[in-house]
C-alpha cells in the first residue's frame, strides 16, 4: 500500500481528470471526494457527442475511441514487431 500512499500524497489538494477513474482508485484502496474527480466518461456532453457521432449508447465508451472521435487521434496502437 505504499503506492497508494505515495499517489495519496502526489494527489492532495488537486482534481484527479481521468478515464473511467472508479477501477483504478478501487484498486488502490483510494476514496477521493466527487468534487475531486473528473471522470471524463461521464461528463454529459461528452456522452452526447459520442451517441452523436457513434449511432450508440453505451455505459462507457473506449478512451481509445474517444480519443478518435473527439481528438481526430489514434491512442492504444499496437505495433508488432517479428524477430527472427
Keep these: 500500500m505504499l503506492f497508494a500512499l505515495q499517489i495519496l500524497q502526489a494527489i492532495k489538494g488537486k482534481v484527479v481528470v481521468g478515464h473511467s477513474l ?3 482508485l478501487r484498486m488502490l484502496d483510494i ?3 466527487r468534487r475531486q474527480v473528473v471522470d471524463i466518461s461521464r461528463i454529459c456532453a461528452v456522452r452526447d457527442r459520442m451517441l452523436k457521432e457513434t449511432g450508440k449508447e453505451k455505459l462507457v465508451y ?3 475511441l474517444m480519443s478518435q472521435i473527439l481528438l481526430n487521434r489514434s491512442i492504444q496502437v499496437m505495433q508488432m514487431i517479428f524477430v527472427i
Design 22 to 24: 472508479d477501477n483504478d
Design 31 to 33: 476514496c477521493l471526494p
Design 62 to 64: 473506449s478512451l481509445k
